[in-house]
């Protein structure tokens, strides 16, 4: 008696110590940024429909029930879902709105006929952070699951579930003579309690030891805690299916997982299925055996009913539905792998790698669905083409993008390789390659920031320089030609490599490698010429903060790819708000990224401007390396920032340029991703001057060859080009000879 009672209070202590302490590892919760709707803002029909579906709502005829929506062109009915945000809850409501000319129009509450200034939907969830035993699972209170599926659970699984202390021994006798007089099992005798007990505490081996521990502890949870507080663990904990290496745990997440709604969502026909699953999530997993899973929902319909838990109508309704078993979804590893691989990374600053997978953070990322789906789609197809027409070995070549915010900083869609969904290598994020001119953006802008403009005449003549260890460097221009004297604009759109090389030499390495540091490059540079012409290797996400900078006009801020972190419960941990610093004046950006729009459209990037709408205004730079390596594009409109970058991962010669290869890619991903339909405009200090393009010099309309350049006010050249200077003597002449 004394070993036994010794061992009644250590089961004792194991019981109070799991059940009243954390009882699960929750996994964290990573969510897209949550669209919002308001009055003139800017979005296709098409993409609001898409991003309905992407987050589980269900198309109706009228669009009024909760996660349900209404399409008639362009007009729609939706029914917002309640959701936490991190500044507060969204209420459920019911909504009416209207989309002109890509423009949201009329915004107004379904019910009352209210305008609305500002509507949010729910977030899609895109990704979770696992602890190592792959359980999953969405915690639920009571009060969040349907009445019906409560007294669904009871009816079917443990009827005396109010009266027994843990153990239903009338139930083990009467299972285990229906069982006997079967010749197999069909009928259960364990309670609610001991299913409990078994999955929290046990194992599944069939033993002796085993079932005493379960009758044991099944009894002490009775005593020790509340029939609610042991359902509540019940619903939580129950076992619902398997998702690769992820296990479904608890009706909160089998909702989501089989139906993609929310568990107070759930229909009569679900409810039943559920319930059917709960006997054998393997035996009766309605994707695999949808007939047998249909068999098993039918009877519980019929046992609801015969409990009068359903009426007549509603178990007819519901056995003459289908399963409606929705897409299997994937987020048990994450829809965007290379994205969520970014949170992890920019999350581990500031958590613990164990909070992060048990604690059930709620996570909100800056990821944009339809961006990621537009640079997704343009990504993997033109790896294919250019496979296809460049003669590639097909599986071969591989790509890395980042697609940014202007203005934010946001990380807003990330593209790890060719296998989108793939896990592994992150070429967004950890590729290391030779950036090649990518980084001439730099030097130009070193030089307007001192005493150079855009019409200073720059050498693109032929040099050759000694290095320290005596070797001899001579950097050759693409088409191995010289231009002489050019304009510095056109040495930056036209991308001369000995124009580049004489400039930062007449500046210095030093003004180079300080101005790439300023421009957001943390990696440590070499101190040698070479580094003039991108002989540096850096991932796609190190050029995305460099075009950012220039992008945001001189100001940096740091990428992130996370907005807030909630608690599992909905408590405000952190925000990542935007810490901006001012690094560069704003009218040498200005410029620098005038010659950038000039490079898109008349120097390297040209061929591929021609097929860009005349409103949407872009600014970019090619990068190719030594031997056609690797193709690099980046660049920017007035919306969106991105760099894409082509290669093979064995670092082979695909045969690609910057602009055959990286830039088709980014120009299709910017079009279709750009919002804003207005010129880029120059910062207030700048002004046009006519230029005569030979010297650099004022021209006027005696000038052949003349282009109208910007300029920092007070910095245009004074001096009068030869050409300027013969029209005013012919001018002055003429008006001599009328008084003669």
Not at 122 to 139: A, C, F, N
Not at 169 to 193: E, K, M, P, Y
Request: aromatic share 8%; hydrophobic share 40%; glycine share 8%.
């Amino acid at each position: 008696m004394i070993a036994l009672t010794s061992y009644v209070l250590y089961l004792d202590h194991v019981v109070q110590k799991k059940f009243e302490g954390k009882r699960w590892a929750v996994p964290s919760r990573v969510y897209a940024r949550a669209l919002e709707l308001y009055p003139d803002k800017f979005i296709h029909a098409d993409d609001l429909h898409s991003e309905l579906k992407l987050i589980g709502y269900q198309r109706s005829s009228d669009g009024l029930t909760a996660g349900s929506y209404m399409r008639r062109g362009n007009q729609f009915v939706i029914s917002v879902r309640a959701f936490q945000h991190w500044d507060g809850q969204e209420p459920s409501r019911s909504i009416k709105l209207e989309i002109n000319g890509n423009y949201l129009s009329h915004l107004i509450d379904a019910s009352t006929g209210e305008a609305l200034s500002l509507i949010r939907l729910e977030p899609m969830q895109i990704g979770t952070i696992y602890p190592s035993h792959k359980e999953d699972r969405v915690l639920v209170q009571l009060e969040e699951l349907p009445p019906l599926l409560l007294a669904a659970l009871l009816a079917i699984e443990d009827r005396k579930f109010a009266i027994h202390h843990g153990i239903d021994w009338r139930g083990i006798v009467r299972a285990a003579w229906v069982n006997l007089r079967a010749g197999h099992v069909v009928q259960g005798g364990s309670t609610l309690t001991q299913q409990l007990v078994k999955n929290f505490y046990l194992n599944n081996e069939r033993t002796l030891i085993r079932k005493f521990n379960e009758a044991i502890m099944s009894s002490l949870l009775e005593l020790r805690y509340e029939k609610r507080e042991i359902l509540e663990a019940y619903v939580n904990e129950v076992y619902l299916g398997q998702d690769g290496v992820r296990a479904i745990h608890g009706f909160g997440l089998a909702s989501e997982f089989y139906f993609n709604k929310p568990a107070r969502e759930l229909t009569p026909s679900e409810v039943a299925l559920l319930v059917a699953v709960l006997r054998g999530p393997t035996y009766y997993d309605p994707r695999r055996h949808t007939d047998r899973a249909l068999k098993r929902r039918n009877q519980i319909l019929d046992k609801l009913y015969h409990d009068n838990l359903i009426d007549q109508k509603q178990a007819l309704k519901a056995k003459q539905s289908p399963l409606n078993i929705a897409p299997k979804p994937n987020r048990g590893h994450g829809l965007y792998p290379a994205f969520i691989e970014l949170v992890k990374r920019d999350l581990k600053k500031d958590y613990r790698e164990d909070d992060l997978m048990s604690e059930g953070l709620r996570i909100f990322s800056t990821l944009d669905p339809m961006v990621q789906e537009v640079t997704e789609k343009e990504t993997t197809q033109w790896i294919k083409r250019l496979e296809k027409s460049r003669g590639i070995t097909s599986d071969t070549l591989q790509g890395g993008v980042v697609i940014t915010r202007v203005g934010s900083a946001e990380v807003v869609a990330v593209v790890g390789g060719r296998n989108v969904r793939f896990e592994g290598f992150n070429r967004a994020l950890d590729i290391q390659r030779p950036v090649g001119s990518l980084l001439k953006p730099a030097l130009y802008l070193s030089a307007l920031s001192k005493k150079y403009t855009l019409a200073s005449l720059v050498d693109d003549k032929a040099i050759q320089i000694t290095m320290r260890d005596g070797q001899v460097w001579i950097p050759e221009n693409y088409d191995q030609t010289t231009h002489g004297s050019v304009l510095l604009v056109d040495a930056l759109s036209h991308s001369y490599n000995l124009a580049a090389v004489n400039l930062g030499m007449k500046l210095g390495i030093d003004e180079f490698v300080q101005t790439l540091h300023g421009l957001g490059i943390e990696k440590k540079l070499p101190y040698y010429p070479s580094l003039l012409l991108g002989a540096i290797e850096m991932a796609p996400i190190d050029m995305a903060q460099m075009y950012q900078t220039l992008a945001d006009g001189g100001f940096y801020t740091r990428l992130r790819s996370v907005r807030e972190v909630l608690t599992q419960k909905g408590v405000p941990l952190q925000r990542y708000s935007l810490d901006t610093e001012q690094r560069f004046d704003s009218d040498a950006v200005s410029l620098v990224n005038y010659g950038l729009r000039e490079a898109f459209r008349h120097g390297t990037g040209q061929h591929v401007a021609a097929r860009v709408p005349e409103n949407v205004v872009l600014a970019g730079k090619t990068g190719t390396t030594d031997e056609l390596r690797d193709s690099w594009f980046a660049g920017f409109g007035q919306d969106f920032s991105g760099v894409v970058w082509l290669g093979g991962d064995n670092n082979q010669t695909m045969g690609l340029t910057g602009s055959s290869g990286a830039l088709q890619v980014w120009a299709d991903i910017m079009v279709k991703i750009s919002q804003t339909k207005s010129d880029a405009s120059l910062t207030s200090n700048i002004e046009s001057i006519l230029i005569d393009r030979k010297t650099g010099l004022r021209a006027d309309q005696s000038c052949l060859d003349t282009e109208l350049l910007p300029f920092i006010i007070g910095t245009a050249p004074d001096e009068r080009a030869p050409c300027a200077n013969k029209g005013v003597k012919k001018a002055w002449d003429k008006f001599r000879g009328l008084f003669q």
